[in-house]
């Protein structure tokens, strides 16, 4: 059956009590820590899925999210539509000369004796900072001849697949040095297409980072970078998230953050190594320990 046809005037009330209710829901099955004063902005994020569906009420929407069966692709489209995908090449340009300067000489000396290199970009949205971190990896030279592997993860089925094709418009590219832009992509009618030597290095999956049994899945890695997803959890997902990365990093692994990110209040776990130009956290030299709650079965 066709919806009708709404004007905007048609909008839904999403009254305080059932924003208050959905909120409770959203932290508890996805992690997501809404703000008080989100409620006008999920009242309107959420008027699609609502005509969608058919209902007239937040109310209705809550019960079908909360009883039917039928919701579990919802719970799905939910995310993608709760959170935001931002992402580009070569965002914060500082961090990353750090990790071409000092994490990547580090990681080269640490994995010496393996010749093996494994970074997740944990939360990648459409896979810019994955493509970003292979370059970076190929044209630092440290690792040639090593099984080198760059894995992308987000929660959102569509980004993850924007991320596999590796095709991208003019706003992925607002940062990106020109040099890097002509050297590592091929200009076609649908798009810049990634160079085929950097998507060698990089594989995706859909992991809700919320989830500790999917993190517990992901190989062990020699460096996590997880920039601006944090902030969209509550302290105790926060904490769960981390306890995960802890547990999936070799002795020595590095984790970066977002620059206005930190693991104040969240984990005394990691050391901090404070670089010349950035603060990363290290899971300590010889330590083989992943958080006990982590390893609590859920
Ligand atoms: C703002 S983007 C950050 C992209 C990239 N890391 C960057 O900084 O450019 C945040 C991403 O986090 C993802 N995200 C939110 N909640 C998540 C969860 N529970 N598990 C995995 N990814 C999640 C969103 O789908 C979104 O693509």
Redesign the pocket.
Known sequence: MTPPIRSPLDRIELRREEFESLRDMFAER??LALPPDARTSIERRLQDRLIHHGHGSFSEYAQFLRFSGAAVDEWEEL??VL??????FW?DEAQLRSVRDEVLPLLAAQGQGRRRLTIW?????TG??VYTLAILVHESGLFRDWFVRIYG????RR?ISVARKGVYGAPSFRAIPQDIRKQYFHERADGAHVAERIRAYCSFGQ????QPDKIRLVGRQDAIM????LI??DAGTRRLVTDGFLDRLNAGGILLL?HSESLAHVSTAFELLPLKGDLVYRKPLGSFRSSPEFLKPT
């Open positions: 996805l992690g995310q993608d959170t935001v995908h931002e992402t580009y965002r970009s944990a939360g990648c949205a810019e900072e993860s987000d929660v959102s980004c992991v809700n980072l919320a997880c920039r601006n997803v969209y959890f977002g």
